[in-house]
């Protein structure tokens, strides 16, 4: 496992800035959990890590196994283990 390391991380959907400069740092081996208000950016920020066609990376890195993957698309990332799922219980 490996942790993911998130800088300055800048998101847009269409013409709307809505990541503006996240860092955060995954730990590997820990559950994460993201909360905020609606609105704040979580669904968006999956996206962006997953490389979801909504969102355009505008600035700042995802650094994942030695890695700057920002320019990857959705299935290099899945292949290298990074991909969103449905949860059903
Ligand atoms: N497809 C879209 N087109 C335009 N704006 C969008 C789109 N998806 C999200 N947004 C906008 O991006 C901002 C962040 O939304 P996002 O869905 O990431 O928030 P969230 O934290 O996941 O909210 P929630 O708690 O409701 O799931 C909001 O202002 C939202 O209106
Ligand atoms: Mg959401």
Known sequence: MSSMKIENLQASIGDKEILKGLNLELEAGKVHAIMGPNGAGKSTLSKALVGHYDVKITGGEIH??????????????????????????
């Open 64 to 89: 994942y196994k030695g890695k700057v993957i920002n320019d990857m698309d959705a299935q290099e990332r899945a292949l290298e283990g990074i991909f969103l799922s449905f949860s059903i219980q």
